[in-house]
């Protein structure tokens, strides 16, 4: 019986994180050529250069501040919004 709850809630777990929204942007350089993309999954975003080559991560903390990581998974820095809400 703990094997079937077992197996019940990993294929629950994996079928949420595939279900999870994700967004993809594309960016252009002021001459209209592709530098980059970007993909939103839940409250992180991940970033690859024109030539798909991971180039870093934008995470939002739950205590409104933005975290920075470059491709070698390393902290460059935070920034917290200051514009008020409307």
């Known amino acids: 019986m703990q094997k079937v709850l077992a197996s019940l809630l990993i294929v629950a777990t994996a ?3 595939l279900a999870e ?3 993809s942007r594309s960016f ?3 001459n209209g050529s592709f530098s980059g993309s970007s993909l939103t999954r839940g409250n992180s975003t991940s970033f690859t250069d024109r030539n ?3 180039d ?3 995470i939002r903390n739950s205590d409104g501040t933005t975290s920075f990581y470059d491709r070698n998974g390393h ?3 935070s920034v917290i ?3 008020p809400r409307r």
């Open 56 to 58: 870093g991560t934008a």
């Open 15 to 17: 079928t949420a994180a």
């Open 21 to 23: 929204p994700s967004t």
């Open 81 to 83: 919004n200051t514009t």
């Open 75 to 77: 902290f460059t820095g």
């Open 52 to 54: 798909g080559r991971f």
């Open 28 to 30: 252009y350089d002021r």
